[in-house]
């Protein structure tokens, strides 16, 4: 297992285009997130996937965000209508239990123009 | 709310140097405590944890201290390298939530 996998690794997006991150987890994890960071901020959380069901999501999240996780495996992570304000590296992570920690992606780094 | 702070960086030492990194959080009951670090062009990587007032966490030569007195989570190492080079980032988990709040994170350069 090599890891949390996300693709792409950076996306350039004209302003009200609609965008899709994946997430590949490690096989073995059933606990999945996103999060958010922009320059110079520590990661915020977006949401919280447990095997399918989607368990928690911020107020950050707007509606223009959704994310799925259909078969409890990889996940998407769709923007609709991009703003410039949406602009950062959207982060995935998995973990087998709560206090295990995460494991991380490299990340997925979206540029709004 | 909840809330970690980290001191500001960049923090520049040279090589062998003490390394000090602060933390302190608010929380309410008691939360786990994790230091995560990010090389550059890498994902965040988990470098400890302590889940319980007074455990310490360690790995790598890093160590950190859960005080529940003083609300703080201080990242130390005796004696950095060059590869040390990093962010480093503070968090904590508060029992019943899943997400993880983080300091803004504190740069560490190390000369050689």
């Known amino acids: 297992d090599t890891g949390v996998s996300q693709d792409p690794r950076h996306k350039i997006t004209k302003r009200g285009q609609n965008v899709t991150f994946r997430c590949d987890p490690i096989?073995?994890?059933?606990?999945l997130y996103w999060y958010r960071q922009t320059l110079g901020q520590g990661p915020e959380f977006l949401t919280y996937?447990?095997?399918?069901?989607?368990?928690?999501k911020s107020r950050l999240l707007s509606d223009r965000f959704s994310a799925e996780r259909p078969k409890g495996s990889f996940s998407t992570l769709e923007i609709q209508r991009t703003e410039q304000g949406d602009s950062a590296m959207y982060l995935c992570?998995?973990?087998?239990?709560?206090?295990?920690?995460?494991?991380f992606g490299s990340g997925t780094r979206l540029t709004v123009v | 709310g909840n809330s970690v702070t980290q001191m500001e960086g960049p923090v520049t030492l040279s090589e062998e140097a003490f390394l000090t990194i602060n933390c302190t959080y608010t929380a309410t009951g008691y939360p786990s405590l994790f230091w995560y670090v990010q090389y550059p062009g890498e994902g965040l990587q988990l470098l400890l944890k302590?889940?319980?007032?007074?455990d310490k966490g360690s790995n790598k030569g890093f160590e950190a201290t859960y005080r529940k007195e003083t609300t703080s989570f201080h990242l130390e190492k005796g004696s950095v390298q060059v590869s040390d080079s990093a962010v480093y980032f503070c968090?904590?988990?508060?029992?019943?939530?899943?997400?993880?709040?983080f300091g803004t994170g504190t740069r560490l350069k190390v000369l050689a």
């Open positions: 096989s073995e994890h059933n606990r």
């Open positions: 302590a889940t319980k007032a007074d």
């Open positions: 968090a904590l988990r508060t029992s019943g939530t899943y997400k993880y709040i």
């Open positions: 992570a998995s973990s087998q239990t709560e206090n295990y920690g995460y494991t």
């Open positions: 996937f447990q095997n399918e069901a989607q368990l928690e």
